[in-house]
């Protein structure tokens, strides 16, 4: 006996058109919810690089800046985006002195004396080292410029102590004799001449820009280098003030320096619930300047 055979049935083509919208809703819900993630995620990178670049940029301004004496001469030229200043490079101990009192001796850079010399950039010919001297009645700084790079030294003193015997040593030459109130235990201040800039760079945004200077090199100031940013156009603004807390364009009376850094996003951001265009941020610090 033979069954009954039930009739294929297959989808009307109402139920593919719903299938199809549905999916079609559902992809582009989705796709909708992945772009937007996506643009959260660039809009918060754009965002985070922009605060980096406000740290970046007030940690060096505030490093370099806040050792600086500007009763002694330490800031050579100033104005609302630049700052030229003595930067501090390193220091020493002196542990001796030759014959001619130009070759000054120093402990070298090793594990058993880490504390004694330290620098960020060794000296060169060109740079500045600052000796201090103490007196029973006064305190003076001697300055004398670089006639040489670091050699290896000669004997330390005798009554210079904190080596030990036979501990490796580091010599410069000086362009002058040094005073003769200056002798082992002195302390020496490596210092070249240094700026901060706002700049516009190749790619067209703002950054917050740095180069050195040596007398002996061939074109005496460096190419300017990016620290941090970009910034906006404004990005850098640089006030400095007097003892009084009036604007001074005095160097030797700064005792003030206050600091607006403004960031702008390289990119313009499009995430709902924040303005569209580039991201922008600020801060203000006050650097009180070593005496």
């Given at each position: ?176 004799p040094v005073a003769s109130d200056v002798g082992a235990g002195a302390v020496l201040r490596f210092v070249r001449r240094a700026r901060y800039e706002l700049y516009r760079a190749s790619d067209g945004a703002w950054y917050l820009g740095f180069r050195d200077c040596l007398s002996t090199r061939a074109t005496p100031c460096a190419s ?68």
């Amino acid at each position: 006996m033979l069954k009954a055979r039930c009739p294929l049935r297959g989808f009307t083509l109402v139920e593919l058109m719903v299938g199809l919208l549905v999916a079609t809703i559902v992809g582009m819900a989705a796709i909708t919810i992945a772009v937007r993630h996506e643009h959260l995620a660039f809009a918060l990178e754009q965002i985070m690089e922009s605060r980096r670049a406000l740290r970046e940029g007030a940690d060096a301004l505030r490093y370099d800046l806040r050792s600086t004496a500007p009763q002694q001469d330490a800031i050579y030229s100033m104005g609302s985006t630049f700052v030229e200043f003595r930067m501090a490079t390193g220091f020493s101990i002196l542990c001796g002195l030759d014959s001619t009192r130009t070759l000054l001796i120093f402990p070298a850079r090793t594990a058993s004396t880490p504390n004694l010399t330290s620098w960020i950039v060794a000296p060169e010919a060109g740079d500045t080292v600052m000796i201090f001297a103490g007196l029973a009645d006064s305190t003076r700084w001697y300055t004398h410029a670089l006639a040489s790079a670091p050699t290896s030294g000669r004997a330390c003193s005798p009554n210079f102590v904190p080596t030990g015997t036979g501990a490796s040593t580091l010599a410069l030459r000086v362009a002058t004799p040094v005073a003769s109130d200056v002798g082992a235990g002195a302390v020496l201040r490596f210092v070249r001449r240094a700026r901060y800039e706002l700049y516009r760079a190749s790619d067209g945004a703002w950054y917050l820009g740095f180069r050195d200077c040596l007398s002996t090199r061939a074109t005496p100031c460096a190419s300017v280098q990016p620290v941090s940013g970009p910034y906006a156009r404004t990005g850098l603004q640089l006030r400095f003030l007097d003892s009084t807390n009036a604007p001074t364009a005095d160097p030797h009376r700064v005792t003030r320096i206050d600091i607006v850094l403004r960031a702008e996003s390289a990119m313009g951001l499009h995430v709902p619930g924040i303005t569209p265009g580039a991201f922008t941020d600020s801060v203000l610090f006050t650097i009180r300047p070593r005496h």
